[in-house]
T-cell receptor
Framework: DGGITQSPKYLFRKEGQNVTLSCEQNLNHDAMYWYRQDPGQGLRLIYYSQIVNDFQKGDIAEGYSVSREKKESFPLTVTSAQKNPTAFYLC?????????????FGQGTRLTVV | DAKTTQPNSMESNEEEPVHLPCNHSTISGTDYIHWYRQLPSQGPEYVIHGLTSNVNNRMASLAIAEDRKSSTLILHRATLRDAAVYYCILSAGGTSYGKLTFGQGTILTVHP
């Protein structure tokens, strides 16, 4: 079945460690996005990519990094520079920009830093 | 990015229609109106989107005001599975690739 897969579902890390969250899609979508969600809040855009080997910062990119070496993959690294990394992270993809088309979201990764 | 305003919460009874309002007075001519919903600990799910005309699909209907400064998501017969947070989002349909900017959304409670 086509879809977007995030792994792992739950992730625990010690403070000061970098951690990479996986996002894979087999929908042949050009665009991919990473969002962060804190309890009781809406989603905030971290990074997005419209095409392979290109990506742009979203509203809260500080302390995060991404790569887009393959069309189907868009991993997110939460670095030690991120002041408050504990959150629910969501990956999304869409055929082109999200403006005219629907976006598909993964089931999320809940990151807890202790 | 243009902003939307939604009520924090709404309640409905099962099998009754639900009208979820959204104000977007600063909408531009190329902004699309999107609705997504999110269940606890899950990713958002697309519901519907439109530009100027009213839209219908298997999940819901979207009624857009003539001046486009407001819209209403209509669930024709609410079920318990419709209980979720509903987000009304504006997204540019031009060359900016229309990033989705999420607000707080409306928490919909459906009573049996």
């Amino acid at each position: 079945d086509g879809g977007i897969t995030q792994s792992p579902k739950y992730l625990f890390r010690k403070e000061g460690q970098n951690v990479t969250l996986s996002c894979e899609q087999n929908l042949n979508h050009d665009a991919m996005y990473w969002y962060r969600q804190d309890p009781g809040q809406g989603l905030r855009l971290i990074y997005y990519s419209q095409i392979v080997n290109d990506f742009q910062k979203g509203d809260i990119a500080e302390g995060y990094s991404v790569s887009r070496e393959k069309k189907e993959s868009f991993p997110l690294t939460v670095t030690s520079a991120q002041k408050n990394p504990t959150a629910f992270y969501l990956c999304a993809s869409s055929p082109r920009g999200q403006g005219r088309t629907e976006a598909f979201f993964g089931q999320g990764t809940r990151l807890t830093v202790v | 990015d243009a902003k939307t305003t939604q009520p924090n919460s709404m309640e409905s009874n099962e099998e009754e229609p639900v009208h979820l309002p959204c104000n977007h007075s600063t909408i531009s001519g190329t902004d699309y109106i999107h609705w997504y919903r999110q269940l606890p600990s899950q990713g958002p799910e697309y519901v519907i989107h439109g530009l100027t005309s009213n839209v219908n699909n298997r999940m819901a209907s979207l009624a857009i005001a003539e001046d486009r400064k407001s819209s209403t998501l209509i669930l024709h017969r609410a079920t318990l599975r419709d209980a979720a947070v509903y987000y009304c989002i504006l997204s540019a349909g031009g060359t900016s690739y229309g990033k989705l900017t999420f607000g707080q959304g409306t928490i919909l409670t459906v009573h049996p």
